[in-house]
């Protein structure tokens, strides 16, 4: 493995020092470019007093390239799929180097707040959210107590 | 690993505004959008080969459309920075999420934590000098809180050096970069010195004072006024040791002088042992002639008194004509041993190669007037002899004497062979054996116009009689037949 550059090490230290508010991702212990993180739901969302774990991997390509982030626990969102892949266009062709782990990890809280059916990733679930949104965000909050309720 | 250049600015606000957007570090060749977004030349070259825009705005952009910014430039030049030495490495910092109880406790099980090494803490010993990050180079070059290895002490040994982080936590505070410095060895030289002198005596900490590590430039002169590896000589044997080994050195020095415990004369350590048995006066010795049987013993200054003493000397004189004498029946009785071998050799030789006859002849009183007796036959490879007297001589000149005869019995002789005989004829002195009579022969038989071979006039009759060779009547013949060669003359049959 390439020695760890720089800017991943000064990205951890802050991470750990200034985490924002509802995050928290520390890098495993033998490899400093994969991350566990723990969203808390948003406040006034479907998912709120949910924990939602995600891993996160920095590629040798890093920051040129984006990160790869996924679900690991089960959400009810339009654009997250079964299995955890999120559709955020900052962790595809929006992806800017000045971006990093921290404005990833916003983006992602963010979009917990903001669902946006019109660019789904889960067809199914941006359907019901189209056609019937009160029930869906029901079918969300279940779907946040049944799988999130635990910060394990 | 050396302290990034971050780490060294005084005002660390400025760095945020003087980062570059993608690596976050100290612009090293800034290059700007046309918005004034801030990139490394190296970073932003990267990154718009993937995508043509600036990755903070997005403005369209390409490598032609970067500009330098010649404030931003003299800006970086004139930070204010301490140089690298103005710091020290720290203990690794183990980093854990700080946040919401409730994630935290649970997480930093299931999380884990970063160990961040690359802790960077302010040397209290170290430099305090600053400077614009333009001569940050020139002034670290010459930087007397710089370290350097001690020219005493300079052997290769990182491995110890790792050890020493290990073994003692005083030294962790050490820097590593192309000095190497531990916190005991920098200090005020004096103190750590008696520091290092002390231990000496402590095996335990024997390795690690295996070289003095690194100093700063500043107390290298005073270091090497006190450096325990500093070249010493021997006062005795002026040959170099470094100071710390000097001292057991002199203990065993063999160019040292030490004091005779006999004489009292001061006498070089090496020189010791001949002095005491060669030459110290106060040595008790034994006489010379001590292996001749004198057993005065006196100290050396007093040889001559006893060389030359009337009594001594004709003591000695004893002595060395009882050595004389006795070297002589040494001389005598190894002489004889060695007869007494050859006899038992020859013995011997006979025992496997020969025949021994003894012929008793009981009567002599009567035997004697038949004028001749003779003994049984015995057989020597195939060959039948007998041994005869003629009591009174064989022939008219012969009366009076003894002769004796050694016969072959010439008709069972076997055809066409030959016996070469070594042998002698004993008359046994009953008396005393070493007045026996031997005659002795070497003789072919069978003999050529003859049937025995022997002595005409072996022993007067008289002397027989008188001589103690005749006991109980009885006279005793021994004879010694050896086998020299057996002959074989074989006739050719005639050919057809
Ligand atoms: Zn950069
Ligand atoms: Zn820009
Ligand atoms: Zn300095
Ligand atoms: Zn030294
Ligand atoms: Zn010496
Ligand atoms: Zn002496």
């Known amino acids: 493995m390439n020695s760890l550059p720089k800017r991943i090490i000064k990205e951890t230290q802050r991470l750990m020092s200034e985490p924002a508010p509802g995050i928290v991702a520390t890098p495993a212990t033998d490899n400093l470019r994969y991350f566990k993180v723990t969203i808390t739901g948003p406040a006034e969302s479907p998912f709120e007093k949910g924990f939602f774990h995600l891993e996160l991997f920095l590629t040798d390509e890093y920051p040129m390239s984006p990160p790869k982030v996924r679900f690991l626990t089960k959400i009810y969102h339009p654009n997250i799929d079964k299995l ?69 | 690993m050396e302290v990034p250049i971050e780490t060294l600015i005084i005002d660390q606000e400025l760095i945020k505004e003087l980062q570059c957007g993608i690596c976050l570090q100290l612009l090293n060749t800034p290059r700007q959008c046309q918005n004034g977004h801030l990139f ?14 600036c990755p903070i705005c997005r403005c369209s952009l390409s490598s032609k459309e970067l500009s330098r910014s010649l404030f931003v430039e003299k800006h970086i030049r004139n930070l204010k920075v301490y140089c690298k030495y103005h710091y020290k490495k720290g203990e690794p910092l183990v980093m854990v999420p700080t946040t919401e109880k409730s994630i935290s406790s649970s997480s930093s099980s299931s999380l884990g934590s970063f160990h961040d090494d690359e802790n960077w803490i302010i040397d209290d010993g170290g ?32 491995s110890n050096n790792k050890n020493n982080n290990n073994n003692n936590n005083n030294n962790s505070n050490s820097i590593n970069d192309n000095g190497n410095a531990n916190a005991n060895a920098n200090g005020n030289s004096s103190g750590s010195n008696s520091g290092i002198i002390n231990n000496n005596n402590n095996n335990e900490n024997e390795k690690e004072n295996d070289e003095c590590g690194m100093i700063r430039k500043k107390d290298l002169e005073n270091h090497y006024v006190n450096c325990p590896f500093r070249p ?46 060669d030459s110290c006066p106060s040595k008790l010795i034994d006489c010379p002639y001590s ?41 005598v009785k190894e002489l004889e041993e060695k007869e007494d071998k050859i006899r038992r050799l020859e013995e011997a030789l006979l025992a496997s190669n020969g025949h021994r006859i003894e012929w008793k ?71 005393d ?17 003859g049937q025995g071979w022997g002595d005409r006039k072996a022993i007067k009759y008289t002397s027989l009689e008188k001589d103690g060779f005749i006991k109980d009547d009885t006279l005793i013949i021994r004879s010694d037949i050896l086998v020299k060669k057996n002959l074989w003359s074989i006739d050719v049959a005639p050919q057809r």
């Open chain 2, 127 to 158: 430099c305090d000098h600053i400077s614009t990050f333009e001569n940050l180079e020139t002034h670290q070059n010459s930087c007397e809180f710089g370290f350097d290895q001690c020219k005493y002490s300079s052997n290769n040994s990182s």
């Open chain 2, 291 to 331: 292996h001749f049987g004198c057993s005065s013993k006196f100290t050396r200054d007093n040889l001559n008194n006893h060389l030359e003493n009337q009594t001594a000397m004709s003591q000695h004189l004893k002595f060395l004509l009882l050595q004389q004498t006795k070297k002589e029946e040494d001389f």
């Open chain 2, 40 to 53: 490394d030349l190296s970073c932003i070259t990267t990154s718009l080969k993937k995508n043509k825009q």
């Open chain 1, 84 to 152: 955890g892949r999120i559709c955020l266009d900052i962790l595809k062709d929006k992806w800017s180097p000045a971006l990093q782990i921290r404005t990833v990890l916003l983006s992602i809280q963010a979009l917990l707040s903001a669902p946006n059916p019109d660019d789904p990733l889960a067809n199914d679930v941006a359907e019901h959210w189209k056609s019937n949104e009160k029930d869906a965000i029901k079918k969300a909050r279940e779907w946040t107590e049944l799988y999130a309720a635990s910060s394990e």
């Open chain 2, 361 to 431: 002849i009981k009567n002599v009183s009567k035997q004697r007037s038949d004028k001749y007796t003779q003994s049984e036959s015995f057989i020597i490879n195939g060959f039948t002899f007998f041994l005869a007297l003629f009591w009174d001589g064989d022939t008219s000149e012969s009366t009076g004497f003894v002769s004796t005869y050694l016969f072959l019995e010439t008709s069972k002789a076997p055809k066409g062979k030959a016996l070469f005989l070594h042998y002698f004829i004993e008359f046994q002195n009953q008396r």
């Open chain 2, 433 to 449: 054996r070493n007045q026996s009579i031997q005659k002795e022969f070497d003789v072919l038989f069978p003999i050529k116009g």
């Open chain 2, 232 to 277: 010493t000589l021997c006062k005795y044997c002026e040959k170099q040791f470094c100071f710390k080994l000097i001292d057991d050195h002199i203990e065993n020095c063999d160019m040292k002088p030490q004091t005779c415990d006999l004489c009292l004369v001061s006498i070089i350590k090496k020189d010791m042992e001949s002095h005491l048995s």
